[in-house]
């Protein structure tokens, strides 16, 4: 028996096969599309902290992993003949089709978008959250974008698996491409013939959306994406350096701490923490490595809630309230996001949101939480860009920019909320030396504006020059706090001025008052 090309050939003008190709691509689409979203909504339930949602999802995933998919067809396709009612949604061999797809498939997709999930930092999540996003906005704009991103190959490929498994439900007679080929020759005996011409449809279907996958990976790569031309050139505006009077540590508190601990699986952090900050005021903290400087700051705004003591911000009690018995009792994640608006946060490793713009990771905050329109937004981000001297880079992305560069995006970033208090933790120490100094300058200049602050730092120039008010911690503990002059001062304790030559070559002491002298 010869083999008979012609007629292979002559399968590619086949309305019918054309028809089952066309049937194929929409079946596998509404799989695919409908699976992520099972899928992404499954990964989140497993990682969730709720025990009931992550064992529903566990439960699923085990289940639907473990069924064959020619089971699960058969079984939605007869189901109606026991349950008549569910031949509503169960009465085609497209839905039947369609809906074992989706069951099995959205198993295997909450695993690849659980991995996704997964590799998206921990620090990712805190930046969201330190701008005031509650957990929904959090994981919709910052951790599912960037999830997706890392998780598209292995979703591509879960693509090309649909498309194949779409000939399993020939079974339940589902005019697909293989079952139009079945049909073809059970009349006229080309079996191989007609096979070949089916193998084919199938590797131009995969080949196509294969090329569209490759497409959107590209499109949602911003590491491949060029720099807007620049049209002004890099410019950090240095005002003047033009004194600031020191504050007197009084007045208004914004922020009020008071006997704040906090332990680690049993080694205590803190212990027993008093700090407070008036308006207006910049109030640095220094102190050895390991003596809680960074779980204080991150205690202020609730990042690591303290287990005991009293945190105050504008008055209120910060992550509780208290009840209509007079009881103090836990707010919800949604009332800790209301209260975090109020307390900016810039981290040591800058924490810009790698999938949004300069101007997006600005704007993103009064967007979503201060609902401010489109071009409202944009002309005020535009403004604190200009603030930190970052506005000819408002297209870029951050991989795009310096660690200083980035830095000042992330201090405009926390004052788009408009905060009370803006918190610093060791805001230049991830830069290389020569980088330092934009970002105290921009410091520096919003200390000149009045902007209250709390900037944990080793830049003890800062500390001398900027500071109303210093904190020593040591130990978990408050070893000293009063005005730079009174620490560094000639007469101040030794303890502080050992520490102070091990972080600086600079002279100890400083006589003068300490408001000029940083700024060029
Ligand atoms: P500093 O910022 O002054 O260097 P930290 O506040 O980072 O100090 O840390 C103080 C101590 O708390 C360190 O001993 C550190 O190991 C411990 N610590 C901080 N965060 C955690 C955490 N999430 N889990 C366990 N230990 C922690
Ligand atoms: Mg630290």
Redesign the pocket.
Known sequence: MKFNWEYTFSLFLDPNLWKAAGLVVVLSVLAWVISNVAGIGLALMKESRSRLLSTVARGYVWLFRSLPLLVLLVFAYNIPQVFPATSVVLGSSFSSALIALVLSESAYMAEIHRGGLMSVSIEQREAARALGLPYGKVQLHIVVPQAFRIALPALGNEFVSIVKLTSLASVISLQEILLVGQQLYTQNFMVLETLLSVAVFYVMLVTVFDQLRALLERKLDVNRRRPALQSEPECIERRVARGRERRAHSGEKLVHAQGVTKS??G?Q?LKGVDVDVHAGEVVVVI??????????V?TLNHL?PADGGVIEVNGQLLGHRYNAQGRIEALSDKDISLQRRNVGMVFQRFNLFPHKTVLENVTLAPVQLRRMSGTEAENFGMDLLAKVGMSAHAKKYPHQLSGGQQQRVAIARALAMKPSVMLF??PTSALDPELVQEVLSVIADLAREGITMVI?THEMKLARDVADWVVF?ED?AVGQQGPPESLFGANADPRIKRFVQTVSDAPIITETPAVAGLMP
Not at 287 to 296: E, F, R, W
Request: charged letters at 25%; zero cysteines.
């Open positions: 680690f699986h080694n952090v102190g050895p490595s390991g003596s809680g400087k960074t779980t204080l991150r690591e933790d060791e944990v911690m978990g």
